[in-house]
């Protein structure tokens, strides 16, 4: 049984281009959260999936930003015209369909803009 | 609010002692999970234990257990036995349902580091 894997690990990209990131989560698991932790922080929550439909997005989550689970499986998340306060560590996890169940990571995408 | 306090940025301890990290929540709800999460350096975070708030015994996992007060709104983890691969930062969490969607509530964490 993977783990759910995140893709690239490391992003350096220059202010104002656009960036995507792919979560691929537990094969079993129809939940998938988005998390941003920035240096010093906890992860604080940007959205959420429930397969294909997205039933939640945090405050944190600007026009610039939008993510998508097209088939219910993996989700990417794309920053467009990234600014350097988007610079952060991207999480993602996923969780089965049982209420309040662990969530589990991926290793994170680290997203550095000059 | 719902919030999540880690009262201590910087622990250490020596390798084979018993150490705690504390934390204090907010949260209006009754029904609830608690989580530590543990996040080696530049690796992945990962699940050390969870507690259901409607369970009044203490969860343990090995070395680890939590000394839950859910009057007191605390959920502290003690390590005992620490070993030099417990050295990391620990969050501690709950996760809140709101509107169908669930979500967790992290901490700032505490940075733990095991010393021979």
């Known amino acids: 049984d993977t783990g759910v894997s995140q893709d690239p690990r490391h992003k350096i990209t220059k202010r104002g281009q656009n960036v995507t990131f792919r979560c691929d989560p537990i094969?079993?698991?129809?939940?998938l959260y988005w998390y941003r932790q920035t240096l010093g922080q906890g992860p604080e929550f940007l959205t959420y999936?429930?397969?294909?439909?997205?039933?939640?997005k945090s405050r944190l989550l600007s026009d610039r930003f939008s993510a998508e689970r097209p088939k219910g499986s993996f989700s990417t998340l794309e920053i467009q015209r990234t600014e350097q306060g988007d610079s952060a560590m991207y999480l993602c996890?996923?969780?089965?369909?049982?209420?309040?169940?662990?969530?589990?990571f991926g290793p994170g995408t680290r997203l550095l803009v000059l | 609010a719902q919030t999540v306090t880690q009262s201590q940025p910087e622990m250490s301890v020596q390798e084979a002692e018993t150490v705690t990290l504390s934390c204090t929540y907010d949260?209006?709800?009754?029904?609830?999970?608690l989580f530590w999460y543990k996040q080696p350096p530049s690796r992945q975070m990962i699940l050390v234990i969870r507690?259901?708030?409607?369970?009044?015994q203490n969860a343990t996992e090995n070395r680890f257990s939590v000394n839950f007060q859910k009057a007191a709104k605390s959920f502290s983890l003690k390590i005992s036995d620490s070993q030099l691969g417990d050295t990391a930062m620990y969050f501690c969490?709950?996760?809140?349902?709101?509107?169908?969607?669930?979500?967790?509530?992290f901490g700032k964490g505490t940075k733990l580091t095991v010393n021979p």
């Open positions: 507690q259901e708030a409607y369970k009044q």
């Open positions: 996890a996923s969780s089965s369909g049982r209420k309040q169940e662990t969530q589990y």
């Open positions: 969490a709950f996760i809140i349902t709101q509107g169908g969607s669930e979500k967790l509530v």
């Open positions: 094969s079993e698991h129809n939940r």
């Open positions: 949260t209006s709800e009754n029904n609830y999970y």
């Open positions: 999936f429930q397969n294909e439909a997205q039933l939640e």
